[in-house]
């Protein structure tokens, strides 16, 4: 207890050095300890499944010729029929598949979020139910299984066993609540259901009514459709099951019947494997987040680096300040041991209330930083503070403390202690003083690299929301229908009201909004001297392209005078059996036509399956300039408009004031929306959902950066005031020989100049580097010389400004030393 009361009782001698270690370390590890939230959020598995490293899900990977696609942790669910009529050493071979239904209830459809699962899926996965027998609920023909949200939906305020026995009615079937589940667990390994629906969710039994596929959509082995999940036997290695899948795939008769082109010359027409779920959290989709959290990662362990550095460079000037002291202590028998002991609980006490402030400022950060990355509030991410963070925040203060105390301790007990006892305290000589100037550097070049790549990240997303892509957002509203697209309800009267509106000035029906990154079909279309090409389809009504504002270079896209009654009072094709079509400037051009002129009245064929060329005739009536419907990180592919005057469930509208536009759509809704759920966004706010994790990845980086010139601020600031106080005399002395206020100035200024310019001499490259690394992840991009020259000056000039103003108040300082300090 004497050693911890004098160790408090150094540190309250020195509050303002103290205060500022203790800041900038719970700064750099609070940052540090959200990231570890988020990771351990993200890798969490589903802890009722039992033993998760033995199921495994057959994931796929598409090989066509002229579409190759990446893992897609998913694939043909009928590879789990194929090896259930096999004999390899997996059990519980489970089928999942997802789609879309519409409840009838109450004069109004409901839709929810449809799970089909074999009854294998409850011990398999782990699922329980809060009322009734899941695995009886997957066998029963009219067997269904809700949510508890679904439930509060469908029957508000009753309790799940109430729920049990009722009925309810969807796409004219007639289901039996057999089971009521809990809301989804972010964690399970389903597919995660639509944020349209929420908490809305239903369960049916793979060979029930409620599976709604035919047998050719059960069958299609090269079709990503679903899951297939299944438990490895013992013995057996997930390094196999990719074997199993291909070989069980080649012995289908689906195989024979691929085209020759996609096994021609040993070609695997795809690629399968068996992926341990603990795997799963980081392959597909999730990797992207992974990219995201190791740069992250990076950037919060400099700002460690450099709130460390920061913590022992004052460390060391306490001590160095503290040489009579010390020396008193040695004479009075202290020996070395007693005063590393001493010093080595000074160094570990900003630790200790550093990370103490840093967990308190996580816990109470998270419940804000989870929902802005879009986790579930089922998934909190510090509630409770998962162990694996304590335990590496333990390990991280154990990694600090001797780093933080064993140089300054060991400077200062190699001064010898006669001179300090007689007032001639030693300075810290060249050797300590470029120690500490290089630890200046380092945090310099610190901000300076993590500000130059966050101004890189801010001017690329910039240009993300604002590059040409061939249609506008601005005053453009979507009006999506939560509803089965084949179910969709009679919409001639909403059709009329938006057409009669004033605030509207176009409006059209599309099958997505162009605002997304479209994961619409791909189709070989066949144009000018029998060139193919795989166009990405859209269908949209004819108002689409005057909605959002695409230039039409050659052609004419008629829009009908009045909203159609029905599909059949469409507008009539060119010819019988013709489907019209409008094709963009670039699929003209990779069709083999000239111009975009030469492309109109051209009759395409298209509608071939396994990307073969089709014989369905698409007459092209028009040309638009380019459009990009892809993120950035995508090359842009050709785009066709296949031209349908019938309501599709994407309704786009577009008027000259925004705030009458959305005001418009809630007015019409009121009046002729059929009865279902519906949602609104603008397009801008579409677009930028695209981009949401390079916005998270930019605000983030940006936030980290602002942290790290705050602590190279506190550094610069600590350093010179430190220099201020050695070397008053020196300054006085100078004073009377006759130096004036610009070479006091310089006298001050130089103790951070070399560390400022070697920062800038290493950090800049580095920064310029990894700005351009960055930058070619994308495909549509900010010119280099703009995206990254600017940001890295710009980096520039605001650090040199804030090392200036934390230098500024020394400088006055000094300026205003009188001779009479000198005697001091």
């Known amino acids: 207890m004497k050693l911890l009361h004098e160790a408090l009782r150094s540190l309250r001698r020195q509050p303002a050095a103290s205060s500022v270690a203790i800041v900038g370390l719970a700064l750099a590890l609070t940052a540090g300890l959200l990231l570890a939230f988020i990771a351990l959020t993200l890798s969490a598995l589903d802890p009722s499944i039992r033993e998760p490293e033995r199921v495994v899900l057959l994931d796929f990977k598409g090989n066509a010729p002229q579409a190759p696609t990446p893992w897609l942790t998913g694939g043909p669910v009928a590879i789990g029929t194929l090896l259930q009529q096999r004999a390899v050493p997996l059990e519980q071979i489970t089928r999942v598949a997802f789609d879309g239904l519409?409840?009838?209830h109450q004069g109004r459809l409901q839709p929810a979020y449809l799970i089909m699962a074999d009854p294998t899926a409850v011990p398999l996965l782990g699922l329980r139910a809060l009322a009734g027998d899941l695995g009886a609920a997957l066998v029963q023909r009219d067997g269904i299984a809700i949510s508890q949200g679904l439930l509060q939906t469908l029957w508000p305020g009753a309790t799940p066993a109430q729920a049990l026995g009722r009925t309810l009615v969807a796409q004219n079937r007639r289901y039996t609540v057999a089971a009521v589940l809990p809301n989804t667990d972010p964690r399970t390994p389903f597919w995660p259901a639509s944020p349209m629906v929420g908490d809305a969710m239903a369960m049916v039994g793979w060979d029930t009514q409620g599976n709604r596929w035919t047998q050719e959509e059960r069958d299609a082995i090269f079709m990503a459709n679903g899951r297939v999940f299944a438990r490895l036997q013992p013995g057996a290695r997930a390094a196999d099951v990719g074997g199993w899948m291909r070989e069980a795939v080649k012995a289908s008769p689906g195989y024979a019947a691929l085209p020759?082109?996609?096994?021609?010359?040993?070609?695997?027409?795809?690629?399968?494997?068996?992926?341990?779920l603990t795997e799963l959290p980081y392959a597909g989709p999730n990797e992207e987040?992974?990219?995201?959290?190791?740069?992250?990662?990076?950037?919060c362990t400099l700002l460690l680096v450099m709130a460390a550095f920061n913590h022992m460079n004052l460390q060391a000037a306490a001590l160095l300040q503290r040489q009579r002291e010390t020396a008193l202590r040695r004479s009075l028998g202290a020996d070395g041991g007693a005063l590393l002991r001493l010093w080595a609980l000074e160094g570990l006490l900003p630790l200790l209330l550093a990370a103490g402030l840093a967990l308190l400022a996580a816990w109470m950060l998270a419940p804000v930083v989870g929902p802005a990355l879009g986790f579930s509030p089922r998934q909190p991410l510090a509630d409770p503070v998962p162990w694996q963070a304590l335990a590496g925040l333990g390990a991280v203060v154990a990694l600090l403390w001797p780093l933080c105390s064993l140089l300054p301790a060991w400077q200062a007990l190699h001064r010898p202690p006669a001179p300090a006892l007689q007032g001639r305290t030693a300075s810290e000589g060249p050797w300590g003083r470029r120690t500490r100037q290089a630890l200046l550097g380092l945090q310099l070049g610190g901000a300076l690299l993590l500000l130059s790549l966050a101004g890189v990240l801010a001017l690329q997303q910039q240009h993300l929301l604002q590059a040409e892509r061939g249609f506008q957002t601005e005053g453009r509203y979507w009006l999506g229908l939560m509803v089965n697209p084949a179910e969709l309800p009679p919409m001639e009267g909403l059709a009329r009201a938006v057409a009669q509106h004033p605030a509207i000035s176009h409006w059209a029906w599309s099958d997505s909004p162009p605002a997304q990154a479209t994961r619409g079909r791909l189709e070989l279309h066949t144009g000018a001297g029998n060139q193919q090409q795989v166009l990405r389809l859209s269908t949209v009504s004819s108002g689409f392209f005057g909605t959002y504002g695409m230039r039409v270079l050659a052609g004419e896209v008629k829009v009908p005078a009045a909203a159609p009654a029905a599909p059949a009072a469409a507008t009539s094709a060119p010819a019988a059996g013709e489907t019209r079509m409008v094709i963009d400037a670039k699929a003209a051009r990779a069709l083999g036509f000239a111009t975009p002129q030469a492309a109109v009245g051209a009759v395409l064929r298209g509608g071939g399956g396994f990307m073969q060329a089709g014989n369905e005739p698409r007459r092209v009536v028009a040309v638009v300039a380019d459009v990009k419907l892809e993120s950035a990180r995508s090359e842009a592919r050709p785009q066709g408009f296949l031209l349908n005057e019938a309501p599709q469930w994407d309704l786009n509208v577009h008027g000259p004031d925004p705030v009458a536009l959305r005001a418009a759509l809630d007015e019409v809704w009121r009046q002729a929306g059929p009865p279902v759920?519906?949602?609104?966004?603008?397009?801008?706010?579409?677009?930028?959902?695209?981009?949401?994790?390079?916005?998270?990845?930019?605000?983030?980086?940006?936030?980290?950066?602002?942290?790290?010139?705050?602590?190279?601020?506190?550094?610069?600031?600590?350093?010179?005031?430190?220099?201020?106080?050695?070397?008053?005399?020196?300054?006085?002395?100078r004073r009377l020989h006759g130096a004036g206020p610009a070479a006091m100035a310089r006298a001050v200024l130089a103790e951070c100049a070399w560390p400022a310019g070697?920062?800038?001499?290493?950090?800049?490259?580095?920064?310029?580097?990894?700005?351009?690394?960055?930058?070619?992840?994308?495909?549509?991009?900010?010119?280099?010389?703009?995206g990254v020259a600017v940001p890295v000056v710009l980096a520039l000039l605001a650090t040199t400004l804030v090392t200036g103003l934390a230098l500024a108040r020394h400088l006055r300082q000094a300026l205003k030393l009188q001779p009479i300090e000198a005697l001091r």
């Open 758 to 786: 070697i920062a800038a001499l290493v950090a800049l490259p580095l920064a310029a580097a990894g700005g351009a690394l960055y930058l070619d992840g994308f495909e549509d991009r900010i010119d280099l010389a703009a």
């Open 102 to 104: 519409d409840i009838q």
């Open 260 to 276: 020759a082109e996609w096994t021609a010359g040993g070609r695997e027409p795809a690629y399968f494997r068996g992926l341990p």
């Open 289 to 299: 987040y992974w990219g995201l959290i190791t740069a992250l990662a990076a950037a």
């Open 677 to 733: 759920p519906h949602q609104v966004r603008s397009a801008t706010s579409q677009l930028a959902a695209v981009y949401a994790q390079e916005a998270q990845l930019t605000a983030l980086l940006g936030l980290v950066a602002l942290l790290a010139v705050a602590v190279a601020l506190a550094g610069a600031y600590a350093l010179v005031a430190d220099t201020l106080r050695r070397r008053r005399t020196e300054l006085v002395l």
